[in-house]
């Protein structure tokens, strides 16, 4: 089995990702700081998979440690996805994040080309598209001014990437860029585990339904779309976890010694918040407390994915509904129960 390095492993689109990968025959190595993650995690994909993970705790911008790893493990490729990811926390705490996301990427990239790995998956975000004019975006669509630090540590990081390459540096690389993953194994033994507060929507909802949270607000209903509620690309965080497996069995082919690609990973179709919160009170059966609120600073109105590229190129399409999405969510919760337990 091929080891394949899987930074932020324990996080929650890191996890599901090393479930896809075992599926799909890889072996995965998870290091992680566990700064935002729990051991807990390790124990759920060992129930999944029946058998021990490789894990190792450690921050990616510690070169000799991660140096270390690759020789011991004897690591062929890596998914790149440790980074902090607070859009608001990013604006507080700008070099914690630029120094976080940036030096663990250039850290790992020259880790690789000192132990001749070539495959690295980065995952960036549909954040790079700002608010777009044109909808759905591809990866042709503008780059936008970032909104935030820690949009701007995807843009950088991309070109971080692309710099590399066009220096023919043998490396060979996707950057992934994500809509909104949601939803979790269905096994119920993996999911989002946001500590403290939810910023994001699905585990808001969740934690309502459970009684966690008193009432869900939902950040305005005066934007020009059809319900007046924002639209997103909801994907199920399986799906995009299998579309890292097929990013990497497509750089696993190429001839090149340096590649640089991007793709969107979205479903191709847009939901409104309103939506999503009647879809999950449909799969629960039960009505969610919610309220109309004002805007959140920053949101954008409408961002949904043109999913040509990866549908064709690397074999990928999203498989699930978005109502499996809200029953694996909503399972994954009943799972975790009524504590605040990650808070
Ligand atoms: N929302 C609510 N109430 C909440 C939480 C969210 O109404 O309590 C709404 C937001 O206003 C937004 C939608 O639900 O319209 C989705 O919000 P999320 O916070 O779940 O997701 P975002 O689209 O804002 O952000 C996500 C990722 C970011 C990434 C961004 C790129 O969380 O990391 O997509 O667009 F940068």
């Known amino acids: 089995m091929i080891p394949i390095l899987i930074t932020g492993g324990a996080g929650f689109i890191g996890s599901h990702t090393a479930v896809a990968l075992a599926e799909a025959g890889f072996k995965p190595v998870i290091l992680d700081d566990f700064s935002n993650s729990q051991q807990s995690v390790l124990q759920g994909l060992e129930t999944i998979l029946g058998h021990p993970v490789s894990c190792h705790v450690a921050d990616c911008n510690d070169y000799n440690t991660v140096l270390d790893i690759f020789q011991r493990e004897k690591i062929r490729g890596v998914i790149h996805f440790a980074a902090f990811k ?8 700008p070099l914690r994040y630029y120094h976080n996301n940036l030096g663990s990427l250039i850290t790992i990239m020259e880790v690789m080309l000192a132990t001749g ?25 503008p780059i936008q001014p970032p909104a935030s630090v820690y949009g701007n540590t995807k843009q950088i990081g991309e070109e971080i990437l692309s710099d590399t390459v066009k220096a023919d540096k043998p490396l060979k690389i996707i950057a ?42 939902i950040f305005g209903d005066d934007y020009p779309t059809p319900d007046g509620t924002c639209i997103r690309d909801f994907i199920h965080v399986m799906d995009l976890a299998e579309a890292h497996v097929s990013a990497l069995q497509a750089l696993q082919v190429i001839n090149t010694t340096s590649h640089y690609d991007i793709f969107n990973v979205g479903t191709g179709q847009g939901n409104s918040v309103l ?10 059966g039960q009505p969610l407390n919610y309220r109309i609120g004002p805007r959140r600073a920053g949101d954008i109105t409408a961002v949904f994915a043109d999913a040509t590229k990866v ?8 498989k699930r509904s978005l109502k499996e999405a809200l029953a694996d969510a909503w399972r994954w919760q009943q799972h975790l129960g009524t504590s605040d337990s990650a808070g």
Not at 188 to 206: K, R, S
Not at 275 to 284: A, D, G, H, K, M
Request: glycine share 8%.
């Open 311 to 318: 549908n064709t190129r690397l074999g990928w399409k999203a």
């Open 86 to 93: 607070a859009v608001g926390e990013s604006m507080d705490e």
């Open 176 to 217: 992934l860029r994500y809509f909104n993953p949601i939803g979790a194994h269905p096994s119920a033994q993996i999911g989002e585990l946001p500590l403290g507060v939810p910023n994001n929507l699905v585990p808001y909802i969740t934690q309502t339904a459970a009684g966690i949270r008193e009432q869900l607000t």
């Open 275 to 284: 939506e999503l919160v009647r879809t999950f009170e449909s799969v629960s």
């Open 117 to 141: 790995v070539s495959d690295l998956i980065f995952s960036s975000s549909c954040t790079v598209y700002g608010e777009p004019e044109e909808l759905p975006v591809t990866e042709l669509s």
